[in-house]
Structures are given as C-alpha cells and as structure tokens.
C-alpha cells in the first residue's frame, strides 16, 4: 500500500488511475483508502505519512465530493464510535491561549469605550486634585 497526499491523490483520479474508493473504519475514526491502478493507496497528510483521519465521516464524503468521487465503499467493521473522544487529544495550552485571547478581547472592549468616552464632548472632566480631596474627606468620615 502506498502514500496519496490529497494534490497525488486528486491528480490520480483526475487521471483515471483511480478505481474504486473506500472510508475505512478504525476505532472512532475513518480514513480514505483508494485501489489504484498502481495498487492500494491511502490517503495521507501533506507534510507526513500519518493517514488523513476523519472523526466525522460527513466531512470525509464532503472531502470525496469536492473531489469528484460520485460513489465510495463505507467499511464499518472496526468502526467503535464510543472511542471517538478518547483518540482526541486534550489541550490544556490551547485553552489557557483562549482564556488569554478573550480576556485581552474583553479588555480591549473597555478600552475603546472609554476612549470613546473621553472623546465625547459631553463629559465632564474632573479636575484630579479635587477628586482626591474628595476621596480623602470620604476616608476621614
């Protein structure tokens, strides 16, 4: 069985060289098998010989459709659709950059309000010592 990146494996079918197409179930995922006339192939990531997986078949037959594959073997027979969120790998970093992303957001929000506020030529500008006297006479209280 050889390696199709997806540019290899649409210029195969483009082609001719492809014969039949298959999604292949393994665990909680699918990838693309194809009978070429070269002889098996699967289709693999761009930059790796890991296969392309598909978590949810829909996008896999949506990938095959845009491809021009009008008719696809579905092989369910290892298929375990409960160990689909087990092979997801967690992401403790990505939701700690999130949180940032969102708090930096929520930040930026206030912000652009209070420029817009001080902008506004209905404030009112308090002179800062005035505030301070105030705020000192409130603690003495």
């Known amino acids: 069985m050889h390696n199709l990146t997806l540019d290899q494996f649409r210029t ?5 060289g492809v014969l039949s197409v298959s999604l ?4 909680g995922e699918f990838h693309i098998e ?7 192939a699967v289709l693999t990531k761009a930059r790796s010989k890991d296969f392309r997986r598909f978590r949810n078949v829909t ?4 990938l095959l459709r845009e491809l021009g594959v009008s008719e696809a073997r579905v092989d369910t027979r290892n298929w375990r659709p409960e160990q689909a969120g087990l ?4 992401r403790p970093d990505r939701s700690a950059q999130m949180k940032a ?6 930040l930026k929000r206030t912000l652009e309000a209070r420029i817009l ?6 404030t009112v500008w308090h002179d800062h010592e005035a505030v301070f006297n105030e705020l000192e006479a409130g603690l003495e209280n």
């Not at 194809?34 to 098996?40: I, L, S």
């Not at 996008?59 to 949506?62: F, G, M, N, P, S």
């Not at 992303?101 to 929520?106: F, K, Y």
């Open 34 to 40: 194809a009978e070429t006339r070269r002889g098996n």
């Open 12 to 16: 195969t079918l483009e082609t001719g």
């Open 101 to 106: 992303a969102h708090e930096a957001a929520g």
């Open 59 to 62: 996008k896999a037959l949506a």
């Open 24 to 27: 292949v179930a393994q665990d």
């Open 87 to 90: 092979l997801k790998p967690s």
């Open 117 to 122: 506020e001080a902008n506004d030529p209905a």
